[in-house]
């Protein structure tokens, strides 16, 4: 699968009080929960929420890796949105590029791998209904 | 003012791992979260959000007292919205009630008073600009 | 059961950047998870985690009601103490007084109405053990 | 300086239900809260707090980079340590490595890069105080 074929995904969130900290920026750890708010919307608006996921597949995923470049930072009120690039789908986990914006500026780069587990942790292969619809994205993507 | 004059203000969010904890549920402090993003938006869809209330007129908000009373539960991926209706403008304090619901259930109640304060954390008046604005708010609720 | 034959129980903690906001300041909920961890710590004391009380008598807490009056403001830095009393022993609910202090300071006050529930959300009477084991607590008190 | 000349600090936490999520573990990005207590108490046992050294040196911290590995799940209850090793200090960053771990498990490692910056951002030298403190501690160190 080719990284470039898939544009990203793209979601707008906003910096509240809960993100910031005593430095009147938003504190490091903070960037990847927003960052899981990116990954999540960009796999609902494929059709798999995580809790139909668990229930239809009995596949929930983990995060391996998680490294987060910080280049800028953001405050209070700031309109930022979380861009995501499926990397790459292997058997049992996915890479992912992702970036923290505030319009053009990047205020982080993070690279995560994530893995597919069952209930008890063990690794499971990614679901063939999730691995489709990524193929599926990435061909609409290339193909305009 | 009359309270009923106001329409709730709404605002649609959405729960992700972050919100949760072991229980499967909402954390029950992260209501105080939703409902903080809904005082925000509220307060920004009148002209006033935090930064440009403290450049221009030096005052931020504090919360004084929070009555909470939690009626449901809120889970992973759940889509809320928070109500917010401004209950009572006094010299230097708002009070609000607000709600977290997911859809017409009502999941948590709370009572809120916010006072005004300067850098120094002494008291300071609602702002004029600030007070005019609930009152159009207001004023053109029961109008409709 | 007295509520003044109970001694407060007595939690350390300190406040770290994720605490605070860009008010410079301990962010309103955040007092809530110092709460919560000083109830914890209670109850640990008493021999009963919240994993087995859950895997023992099928019972955790779901707090019902949280009522918070803000008196003073944590900053960064801050050695706090969590001081917990237990209020009263329902059928199936723990009422709690608790308060945020720094030094003799008190930064919150907190009154919180804890209930025990099955993992369906139904609820349950206390566990007959942890009844005893307040009661002990008590009496235990109350002799000095 | 030689990394191998310094003992790792530890310090010891609890998991609470804060720190967890709907998978039952504790969710991703609060290792990183977790690291960053461990690191602002190996300062702070040299004599270096966040507030005192802004006020004395004019310098505060920010995480320039964070590369973590996940390896294993805490879980709600889990009496875990945060091991923190500095590795190098170079002109105006600090590089460390930190683990958490429950018990000899290791369920995390985290590479971290720390900048010295001014109240405006700007790159700051690592103060001297705060310099010859860590060499301090290495001396001592080697010197067992």
């Known amino acids: 699968m080719n990284p470039v074929a898939f544009a990203p995904h793209r979601m707008a969130l906003r910096v509240y009080y809960e993100d910031t900290d005593a430095a009147g920026i938003v504190y490091y750890a903070n960037y990847l929960k927003f960052a899981e708010r990116g990954r999540t919307e960009m796999l609902?608006?494929?059709?798999?929420?995580?809790?139909?996921?668990?229930?239809?597949t009995g596949v929930v995923f983990a995060v391996r890796r998680c490294n987060v470049e910080y280049r800028g930072a953001a405050r209070l009120d700031d309109a930022l949105s979380v861009e995501t690039r499926i990397d790459r789908v292997a058997g049992a986990t996915l890479s992912l590029r992702q970036s923290v914006c505030r319009g053009a500026e990047v205020l982080a780069d993070l690279d995560v791998l994530v893995a597919c587990i069952d209930d008890n942790g063990r690794p499971r292969r990614v679901p063939a209904e999730l691995r489709a619809a990524l193929a599926g994205a990435a061909a609409a993507t290339s193909a305009t």
Do not use: I
Not at 44 to 56: E, P, V, W
């Open 44 to 56: 609902r608006g494929l059709g798999f929420d995580h809790s139909r996921m668990r229930t239809q």
